[in-house]
């Protein structure tokens, strides 16, 4: 873990005592894994803290409700319905496949892949083909399948030769961008996120004080407790992202965080690169499922579990699939993310700077870190401790609070409910 937190405070740049001070949790994180599930989360939110310019310990305890937020959110006191009944693990003729189909868009398209029309039928769909054939055709009708493998050390070697946080220069300077040395107000940040890694990392930046405004394409609604669950301090409109509004909106802003595919974001012109070109200094955040050797894959942290091994290294017998206790991927990535544009604003000096990393990065990282025998003590998840209470468009809303000390989080907003604008 300490081997971890010193590898991203040099990726970053962050010195000072308090990385010392920080780098190990009073007790540990209660994530129960064979995976070091909490180990990785203390060193990512820890990496949020130290970028921010705090010295202050997280509760480790805070942070283990947070990497599960969702087991604390109520919506009227109703608790969220997280998985549709078409995501989970399916037994195959000769082996596992692991789908996502929480949107709607993806579940239709399972469903014409395997001819079926809801769960139970699609038991029998799933044990009469193979794993290779089932996920092409899934893959083929827009649906998201993988293969459950088990763990490729020499591929997750290579990863690991890489920066877990990438950041690099793009483009020409801009003397009217100045490095960010205190808190974010007035920065802004135009947030083309969804799910939860990127919402994760733009809602952390809103705790800092940013003034954040998140943009999604009309045509495509969020399940509203994905929203709720990560959308604190966030304005939230609905706008095209093909319109002269949205390139207004992205040349007056601070910072981009892209969380959809990079191949769907390039059809847009809104790669890295040229965003870069046309808005020098610019700080540009990109997060993807699978990293820039895979731009046109869509994923999402339970399949990237289960396609680089942790399902399996997981698995409750050696045959059967298991699962981290949480979304730890998605959520690691989210906090990483946000402390390297912390540390992007801090030192631009007018650059144009891309900070990137990716879920399966994150796996890679995860699966190096020491591993043991026994799951650890359990997450209690008290939300008499860990959440708190807002009223979002006449909903009482219970999310958990945040993890970062001295950075309470704001009240979300409905989706889609705010104007376009800063």
């Known amino acids: 873990m300490t081997t971890v937190l010193e590898r991203i405070c040099a990726e970053l740049d962050i010195v000072g005592s308090a990385v010392d001070e920080l780098s190990a949790p009073p007790h540990p994180v209660p994530l129960p894994s064979r995976l070091a599930t909490g180990d990785l989360a203390w060193a990512a939110v820890v990496a949020a803290v130290l970028a921010s310019g705090g010295t202050r310990a997280p509760d480790p305890d805070r942070v283990a409700a947070a990497y599960r937020s969702a087991a604390l959110l109520t919506v009227d006191g109703a608790a969220a319905d997280v998985w549709a009944p078409l995501s989970g693990f399916w037994r195959t003729s000769d082996g596992w496949v692991r789908t996502h189909a929480n949107y709607s868009h993806h579940a239709a398209a399972l469903r014409r892949a395997l001819e079926v029309d809801d769960a139970p039928d699609a038991v029998a769909a799933f044990a009469a083909g193979s794993t290779a ?82 943009i999604d394409p009309p045509h495509l609604a969020e399940p509203e407790w994905q929203h709720l669950d990560s959308g604190h301090g966030k304005r939230s409109a609905l706008l095209d992202a ?30 890295p690169e040229a965003i870069a070109e046309r808005h020098p200094g610019i700080v540009i955040a990109q997060l993807s499922a699978w990293g820039v050797d895979e731009p046109d894959r869509r994923g999402f942290d339970s399949l990237v579990q289960a396609e680089s091994g942790i399902a ?20 690691s990535a989210g ?53 708190e209470e807002f009223l979002v468009g006449g909903r009482r809303v219970r999310t958990v609070g945040s993890a970062l000390p001295e950075h309470p989080f704001g009240a979300p907003r409905p989706w889609g409910g705010d104007e376009p604008t800063w």
């Open 242 to 271: 093909r319109t002269e509004r949205f390139t207004r909106l992205l040349a007056a802003a601070d910072v981009v965080v892209l969380g959809y595919r990079p191949a769907g974001l390039a059809r847009l012109g809104l790669s």
């Open 133 to 214: 054939s089932i996920v092409t055709r899934i893959t083929a009708a827009g649906g998201l399948a993988v293969a459950v493998r088990r763990e490729d050390p020499g591929r997750d070697a290579v990863l690991r030769s890489h920066r877990l946080i990438d950041t690099v220069e793009l483009g020409p300077a801009s003397a009217l961008r100045s490095p960010v040395t205190g808190p974010l107000t007035g920065i802004r940040v135009l947030d083309l996120t969804r799910v939860i890694a990127g919402p994760v990392c733009t809602r952390t930046l809103a705790a800092l004080g940013a003034d954040v405004l998140r």
């Open 335 to 387: 906090y990483l993310l946000a402390a390297g544009i912390r540390r992007a604003l801090s030192r631009r000096d007018g650059r144009t700077l891309l900070v990137r990393t990716s879920l399966r990065r994150v796996a890679a990282e995860l699966l190096g870190m020491p591993r043991a025998d026994e799951l650890g003590p359990a997450t209690t998840d008290d939300p008499a401790v860990h959440a």
């Open 312 to 331: 399996m290294v997981e698995s409750p017998d050696g045959s059967t699939p298991g699962a981290l206790p949480a979304q730890a991927l998605d959520h």
